[in-house]
């Protein structure tokens, strides 16, 4: 692997490591805000009870406002969480593009070894294409010399009367491609899609 891209794969990981971080921060702040809501909404209850009991003269004030300033106190803390959630992402952009800035220099390096790699294993898969048809036209020279009677018992059909026409070719590749009538049969021919999937399996 070059140094180009080995450092591609460290700025990889890089990004990953800051995916990775505000997502733990963003489940930290989500996990905050719902044991502080379950915190409120029991303190809620119990402030609304000291309240009456302020009310009735059951107890101070201080003892009131003091459970009333922890009240307040946690819903500060769930204001804080919930701006953290909302905060998470935008944060999340500003740092992904801050090392991307930083890399700007490795990426134009990265895309000139990516198109220099990509356009010379393309030429030698090409040459493997061709080579391919060689073979193929080299192999299929046993196929032409027996195929050619058929053609001639074809013609030779239409020469006694027996049709009209013949369909069979002197030199009939059809026979090289695959079939799915009654069973799949498989073709010499190569698909995109078989390519596809030999290019995306690691052989």
Do not use: P, W
Not at 53 to 66: N, T
Not at 85 to 94: G, P, S
Not at 99 to 113: P, R
């Amino acid at each position: 692997m070059s140094k180009v891209l080995k450092d591609m794969e460290k700025f990889k990981k890089q990004v990953e490591q800051i995916h990775a971080s505000f997502e733990e921060a963003k489940q930290r702040a989500e996990a905050e805000i719902t044991d502080l809501k379950v915190q409120i909404n029991e303190m809620e209850s119990n402030t609304h009870e000291l309240y009456k009991s302020f009310v009735l003269g059951e107890i101070s004030s201080d003892a009131y406002e003091a459970e009333k300033a922890e009240l307040d106190k946690l819903k500060k803390q769930l204001q804080a969480s919930e701006k953290k959630v909302a905060d998470i992402d935008v944060l999340k952009i500003e740092e992904l593009q801050r090392v991307h800035h930083e890399n700007k220099s490795l990426v134009s390096k990265y895309t000139k070894e990516k198109e220099a790699i990509v356009a010379e294993q393309r030429a030698k898969i090409i040459e493997l294409k061709h080579m391919y048809l060689l073979a193929v036209s080299k192999e299929a020279e046993a196929i032409k010399d027996v195929q050619k009677y058929q053609h001639f018992l074809g013609e030779l059909a239409v020469d006694c009367n027996y049709k009209d026409y013949s369909y069979e070719r002197l030199h009939d590749a059809t026979v090289l491609k695959g079939s799915s009538f009654n069973g799949k049969v498989e073709g010499a021919e190569v698909s995109f899609s078989e390519i596809e999937s030999a290019f995306k399996r690691n052989v």
